[in-house]
């Protein structure tokens, strides 16, 4: 029982983390009102799974070997502002097109596919800042005790993996309404310039980033 405190005030900072807006949250909200709520949730599962991949990294060594070999996580961050920026890039250049009620709106690039497609897409953005794998590290130290049982610690990555899982499938329920679609098929074009530069800036930063 004692380590139950330190594990629940792990999944509470790491869900208030989770839930800030960025990248991801762009992705997921977008993806479920301009394709469908099985999309989303699709891609929910792939951030998921890129968030566990993060963590097991800090907990399991990667982020001391990435220290080490800086040109690395130099390239990681990169190609992942690099693909930023491709998703933003797409999503400016959408069209004016025919409202839900009248035909299907046709979808940018960065959200068509089948789903596996759609499953790498989302993890590669998950995965697309190495930096994360620093906060995962820096919370393991700050809230799990250092001579914690090794059970504790795996059982921090399922907490990391549930947590992001269902915080990101909530936002496609969300999203996934015929009330939110209404408002997409409204404000597509809008919708999907303001997406597109969010994601560029970000792409932008992440690149500059040091």
Known sequence: MEYILPLLGFALAHLLAAASPGPSFVFITHTAVARSRGAGVLASLAMAVGAL????????GLQALMAQLTWLEIGIRLAGAAYLIWLGITLLRSRPGPVAA???A?????VKGG??????????LQMS???????FGSIF???????APHWVFLAALGIVFVNEFLWYAALSLLFSTRGAKLVFDRWRVWIDRA????LTLLGL???LDR
């Not at 991949?53 to 399991?60: K, M, R, S, V």
């Not at 789903?115 to 590669?124: C, E, P």
């Not at 800042?129 to 906060?135: D, L, S």
């Open 205 to 207: 930063r992440l690149a």
């Open 53 to 60: 991949i993060w963590a097991a990294g800090a907990l399991y």
């Open 141 to 147: 130290v700050a809230l799990l005790p250092s001579e």
């Open 195 to 198: 997406t597109g530069g969010f």
């Open 129 to 135: 800042n190495p930096k994360v794998m620093v906060f």
């Open 115 to 124: 789903g596996m497609r759609l499953f790498l897409r989302a993890l590669v």
């Open 106 to 110: 046709p979808q940018p690039e960065a």
């Open 102 to 104: 009248e035909a299907p």
